[in-house]
């Protein structure tokens, strides 16, 4: 059970990091940089995963089993971002914290999956 909560600790740090970075990201680089940067599908992406981020470390913290569906949810939209913004490139420290959290959100969503 210890090795759980430190796992998921573990987990809801990465999504807060991720969260920040996305969210700082996309509003400090993307809109300085411009072009494919702010490209709707991209900048929506980049706002889209620092949100459900955040909605995943509070679900987590909050100890409910269906955390798990949250953290299914948060890995797919990470995975995403991190896609999209390797694609269009100058982003590699969002790229990796996104893979980090996705990572470590596809650990969360096979725990006891809940009925």
Same mark, same amino acid.
């Given at each position: ?31 300085? *940089? ?6 709707? +599908? !991209?900048?929506?992406?980049?706002? $889209? @995963?620092?949100? #459900? /981020?955040? %909605?995943?470390? *509070? ?6 089993? +269906? !955390?798990?569906?949250?953290?299914? $949810? @948060?890995?797919? #939209? /990470?995975? %995403? ?35």
């Amino acid at each position: 059970m210890h090795q759980l909560k430190t796992e998921m600790q573990h987990c809801v740090d990465l999504c807060e990091a991720c969260a920040n970075l996305c969210f700082t990201t996309a509003m400090n680089h993307c809109l300085e *940089v411009g072009g494919k940067h702010v490209e709707p +599908q !991209h900048f929506k992406l980049m706002i $889209a @995963c620092a949100e #459900i /981020c955040r %909605a995943s470390a *509070v679900v987590m913290t909050t100890g409910i089993e +269906q !955390h798990v569906f949250v953290c299914s $949810a @948060c890995e797919k #939209i /990470c995975t %995403a971002c991190a896609d999209s913004c390797e694609a269009i490139g100058d982003m590699q420290e969002c790229v990796d914290a996104c893979r980090q959290c996705a990572k470590s959100c596809r650990t969360m969503s096979h725990e006891k999956r809940a009925a």
